[in-house]
């Protein structure tokens, strides 16, 4: 028996457990090991059923996700499951899974492959397959509608959500919820089960909730209907729906061979492989060179906020929601009230909505402590300054803070352009001062740029890192530079947005163009929601430090110059009706980008929608590269994850630089430099697009390549 798989007896009752912490995924070995476990207690005669349960925190975490990647590449054909389940469904005594934590993808298939499950409270059970582009692939899209009939299959395997303990229970997912010790009271089911006699009952031969044809039709029609809508422009969740229809039109074994094809089709999909490589991404964010597991943290117990605006209201309730008591400090009482009162505003619509209970949301305000003072800083382990965005204030904010704060607290600056370096001179600590760049809105964005100073402490880097998983937020460190990573990015990226509607394109189908490609949003859909303003002072800021010719645009400057400023005012590249937060096509928009044509003697043309998303993803991925190079964002990976998780970039196309990759890198390339004779200097290539063009590599390669450098 190998260590990953033990075996007990509990008197009659064989207890198999998985031991292969940490989310004891089911590798190659645990499901031969368990399959050789059970073939041993079913051949004993002292045994009449068998429990199946999970060492350590969890019953299983589904399969071991490096496993899809060679089998996507050939290098791995993966037989062991199907053997488990045949062995399962074949075993003359029943087996009862025993499910605490979670039953998540192979582990749940695993489970509904046993003849019974129980579970502790609060267990999770689901299929979430499709978050890596796949189906289930081990019998779930069969088993699961077997017994939970095929609207929960359908809406467990294409959405992807866990549910829980009570909720699988009442869906016939489950046999019993078990208070008190999981596996005794597994083992007395067991030996009930046993008692009755008979064959053990197989969920392949369960049909009564299959439904009749006309009955799934439209509970099949309403699940596609769903996907559309939820999970636009994606393969898996459309093929899992296909795969659970299968379970009610074919025979078991015939839908088994059918669920097969069509998570073979995921699996060699490139949305797969994005979206194992945006998994994988996610968690290499968190690796920093020379900061590892004995850099010491900073304990954080208590934060403090100065500016309760809109970003600074929404990161004290980052705090407060992560169960940290946080000071919100303002200017002036008027600007408090309104800060506190957005926040109260933010937490009832939370309630309203059923996301959160009256007393959560009342747990979580008071934790939020307004004050006009510095008084009680001392007690902070962190502030985060998020005061207008303006040089000399920050400096003298943090002046300040070094007088009022302990020695060791850390120092956050939420600037979004400002150098980190110059706001840290104001302090007598730079080793303390770092930024934390929050997305709006700050308690529902995930992504967060930890920018590193020059002397920014390493533990302070660690402190943060670890920080932004508390708050619930996918850390990204990234270097000092002006507008760090994303909105650096993000400059290009609008840029070319609005060059082409000045070129022709409407500006509907320039925004079309891009959520089409997958975008949450168009650009300047976004440009309209954070207001267009924000980018017209900075243009106006930086206009005299910009080489003289440089083509720029002007017909957002011209809506900046008449007021309008994007949704706050009613109107910007769209028309807001009052309250309305839906785009309406603005004819004054369109005819600014006309005459803004005329006055820099463009010729208007027809723009397709391929040119739309090569210009502006594009502008993105060379940004990206000269990031890359400069050594501001650690990996192209991080970039990734920074645009899928702040930018609404499309997982399933992996990031922007993943992304490029799939087109090929030589493809790229020739477009930008195609777009350089076209448009000017401005798309100059970034040396290393160049240099990976060059050698036919990737920037994963390059990732890959840096990481083997010691
Ligand atoms: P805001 O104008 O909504 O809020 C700033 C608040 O700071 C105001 O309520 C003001 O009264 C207060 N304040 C000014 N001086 C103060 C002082 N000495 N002590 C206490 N409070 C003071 O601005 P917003 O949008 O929240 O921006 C704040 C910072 O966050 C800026 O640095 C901005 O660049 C950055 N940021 C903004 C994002 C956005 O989407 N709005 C996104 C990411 C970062």
Known sequence: MSELVSVTRDGDVGVVTINNPPVNALSQAVLRGVRAALDDLTKDPAVRAVVLTGGGRLFCGGADITEFGEMAAGRKTINEFPLLLDALDASPKPVVCAIHGTAFGGGLETAMACHHRVAAPGSLVGQPEVKLGLIPGAGGTQRLPRLAGLAKAAEMCAGGEPV??????????????????LVAGAVAFAREVAAKGGPPRRTRDLADKLGNSTMNAMVLAGARDLVRKKARGMLAPMKAVDAVEAA???PFDDGIRREAELFRECLLSPQSRALIHVFFAEREVSKVPGVGKDTPRIPIKRAAVVGAGTMGGGIAMTYANAGIPVLLKEADQPALDRGLATIRKNYAATVQKGRLTQQQADERLARIEPTLTYDRFREADIVVEAVFEGMALKKQVFA????????????????????????????TRPDRVIGHHFFSPANVMKLLEVVRGKKTGADVIATSMDLAKRLGKVGV?????????????FDPYVREANFLVEEGAAIEAVDAALTGFGMAMGPLAVVDLAGLDVGWRIRNEHRHLEPPGRKAYRAEDRLCEMGHFGQKTGAGWYRYEAGSRTPL???????????????????????????????????????????????????????????????????????????????????VYDRVCAFEREHGPLWAPAPLLKRLAETGKTFADYDKEREAKP
């Open 585 to 667: 096509p603005n004819p004054e928009a369109a005819r600014l980008a006309e005459e803004a044509a005329r006055e820099g003697g463009i010729t208007r043309r027809a723009v397709t929608a391929d040119e739309i998303v090569e210009r502006t993803v594009y502008a993105l991925v060379n940004e990206g590269a000269r990031i890359l190079e400069e050594g501001i964002a650690l990996r192209a990976g991080d970039i990734d994850i920074v645009y899928v998780y702040g930018y609404g970039f499309p997982a399933f196309r992996g990031g922007p630089m993943w992304y490029a990759g799939t087109v090929g890198l030589k493809a």
């Open 248 to 250: 009610a039109t074919l």
């Open 400 to 427: 300040e803070l070094d007088q009022v704060t302990r020695p060791d607290a850390v120092l956050a600056s939420n600037t979004s352009t400002l150098d980190v370096d110059e706001i840290a001179s104001a302090t």
């Open 477 to 489: 460190l990234v270097g000092n530079c002006r507008a760090f990573v994303g909105n650096r990015m």
């Open 164 to 181: 829980g303990a009570a909720d699988a229970l009442a869906a016939g997912i489950l046999d019993k919820v078990i208070d008190g010790d």
